[in-house]
């Protein structure tokens, strides 16, 4: 039961990730990596537009319970992904390009389609100087 419960979450997830990859794609965003690892963590998306580095995290919920997707960025998990971005603008030789930290939000709802998702812009903004040393 526990496994099928591991299963249906990841399967979950990885339909989240690619409904907003691809609600982004239509808005014009261009991908640069998807599920990237660093030693802090994973970023879900990296996109880009107008030369801007937008890193996302996706969160999908199958219900509001315990404050849905929105929720889900509680500031433990905002610190790993700022980690994880300053991970990638230096391996990449980033530092000098405007960035930003988006949310996917993505939550089943009654109505049709069933699925409700939400593009949160600057969704919030750590201290990048801090994490360059």
Do not use: Q
Not at 57 to 85: C, P, Q, W
């Amino acid at each position: 039961m526990v496994g099928d419960r591991h299963l249906r979450s990841e399967r979950l997830g990885r339909g989240g990730e690619l409904a907003a990859l691809i609600l982004l794609l239509l808005k014009g965003y261009r991908l640069r990596h998807r599920n990237w690892r660093g030693p802090s963590g994973e970023l879900d998306l990296v996109v880009e537009r107008g030369g801007r580095i937008v890193f996302v995290e996706v969160k999908t919920r199958s219900s509001e319970l315990y404050g849905g997707a929105v929720a889900a960025l509680d500031r433990d998990k905002r610190s790993a992904v700022a980690r994880t971005a300053a991970s990638y603008l230096g391996r990449y030789g980033l530092w000098d390009r405007p960035c930003r930290f988006d949310l996917v939000a993505i939550e089943r709802v009654e109505r049709f389609p069933g699925w409700r998702p939400r593009h949160v812009v600057g969704a919030f903004e750590p201290d990048l100087g801090r994490l360059m040393g």
